[in-house]
Nanobody, 123 residues
Framework: VQLQASGGGSVQAGDSLRLSCTAS????????VAWFRQAPGKEREFVAA????????YYADSVKGRFTISRDNAKNTGFLQMNNLKPEDTALYYC?????????????????WGQGTLVTVSS
């Protein structure tokens, strides 16, 4: 599975962005889809995930109530709607897909990764 992330940009605090993650080469199938982010000098951290079965969603505490993850299995695309962005959301955002069993919020749960899309939020 090849993943292509897009939708990043430079915005002001309080603005919104919608990230997309499109799979090619193979469908998402039953994989969970997740977003992680990595700020300069920091480790990659979990942002949100959505399972294939039931579409259960999981969020990092720092983005709950502001970010919404979704997926369109027919279009092999995942989305991350980000509202009320803050400067601390500035990072390179990666989409990922994988079985994620027992590791829904950990990089170990995901076999496939996109290249990252940059989100910059200024105050």
């Amino acid at each position: 599975v090849q993943l292509q992330a897009s939708g990043g940009g430079s915005v002001q605090a309080g603005d919104s962005l919608r990230l997309s993650c499109t799979a090619s080469g193979r469908t998402f199938g039953t994989y969970a889809v997740a977003w992680f982010r990595q700020a300069p000098g920091k480790e990659r951290e979990f942002v949100a995930a959505i399972t294939w079965y039931r579409g259960s969603t999981y969020y990092a505490d720092s983005v709950k109530g502001r970010f919404t993850i979704s997926r369109d299995n027919a279009k092999n695309t995942g989305f991350l709607q980000m509202n009320n962005l803050k400067p601390e959301d500035t990072a390179l955002y990666y989409c990922a897909a994988g079985d994620a069993r027992g590791n829904i919020d950990n990089t170990r749960g995901y076999e496939y990764w996109g290249q990252g899309t940059l989100v910059t939020v200024s105050s």
